[in-house]
């Protein structure tokens, strides 16, 4: 039994570390881009008429549309569930760090 348990933390360590790995050699590649966000073009559109119309930016909009919902926005997360967990390793390192805290 603690062999089996041995192996299972040691296959999730492995996993977490190529998970991470991944992240890390993909967050260089989108550096560039890290403050551009994509919009739905009729979104665009519908958001520049507004902005038109409001004498501001569709980037003043959208800033306050993400301001209003951070604030409405419920600061308590879902309970990760195990398979969530088995298939984003990251999430245990999350949880061990939120036990930490």
Known sequence: MANTYKRFIQNQFEKV???????????????????????????????KEIADMQHTTVQALVNGIIVQYLTSAPHELAPISVA??????????????KLKN
């Not at 190529?18 to 890290?34: K, L, N, Y």
Request: glycine residues 2%; aromatic residues 8%; hydrophobic residues 25%.
């Open 17 to 47: 570390k190529s998970t991470a790995s991944e992240f890390i050699s993909t967050r260089s590649e989108e550096d560039d881009d890290e403050s551009l966000i994509e919009l739905n073009p009729q979104y665009y559109v519908e958001l």
């Open 84 to 97: 969530q967990k088995e298939e984003n390793p990251l999430l245990y390192l999350d949880g061990i760090c």
